[in-house]
């Protein structure tokens, strides 16, 4: 009699051993096909496929087609577009909400003054005719509207709200513009507070029927190649081109992930043939920025 417990017990053993076994190659596989179609994990080819897009090809942009006439009031799906690698420049659709954006025009009229650019010896503002637009600052933290835009800036740049300075917010009427330049600092003085500007975000609170494209003449890859080519100035054919749609919000970085300064981050404003261009700039610090 022992020696048939003994065998039923071996093969309770063996029983429970395969079922776990089973379990494990289940979940095992699911896990990799969530991760498969979560595009986290590649399966390899053995055709040796070519058409891989490479990093600086500009073809495999997406489109975003959906109509913003057609019912959405400018508050539709938020999703997040690669645009180039050289610089790191990520398109954010529909960041801000057609709300947000009026309410920060609203907000900047009565305090716009013609803009000035950073003096690199003095740190202070002065006027230049590379930049003829107008603008004012909403200082960090102002109210309910602006705490939480700026929360969600954070959360989709990583860069805690404290390195953030206050939100610039700019008026090109037609003609205007603001030659390409870099947001990164050459020298000592401007660094002082906060360290080096590592990241910009730049907000598009209007629509532009013509012109105004933020455009970086130094960016790596095929240009013409992007889907909205046909529709640019010849300003923004001058390199890789975004073209404002309100709600959108361009990020961009400064600085490479060693923290050297990246030099394709050149950019500007081309000059607004038709309409007018709202837009709000937020930058972000090394460090804690002490407003």
Known sequence: MAKIRHSRLQSRKSTSSS???FTMLVFFFFVVVTLVTLGILSVPSSSGDSSTPKANDLSSIVRNSVDRNHG?????????????????AFVYHNFLTKEECEYLVNLAKPHM???T?????TGKSKDSRVRTSSGTF??????????????RIADFTFIPVEHGEGLQILHYEVGQKYEP???YFLDEFN??????RMATLLMYLTDVEEGGETVF???KGNISSVPWWNELSDCGKKGLSVKPKRGDALLFWSMKPDSSLDPSSLHGGCPVIKGNKWSSTKWMRVNEYKA
């Open 19 to 21: 079922t776990l076994i």
């Open 72 to 88: 959405d009031e400018g508050n539709g799906e938020r999703w997040v577009e690669v645009i180039s690698w050289e610089p790191r």
């Open 113 to 115: 003054k013609k803009s």
């Open 117 to 121: 650019v950073v003096d690199s010896e």
């Open 138 to 151: 909403l200082a960090r933290g102002r109210d309910k509207v602006i705490r939480t835009i700026e929360k």
């Open 181 to 183: 330049h870099y947001d």
């Open 191 to 196: 660094t002082q507070n906060g360290g080096q």
């Open 217 to 219: 003449p130094a960016a």
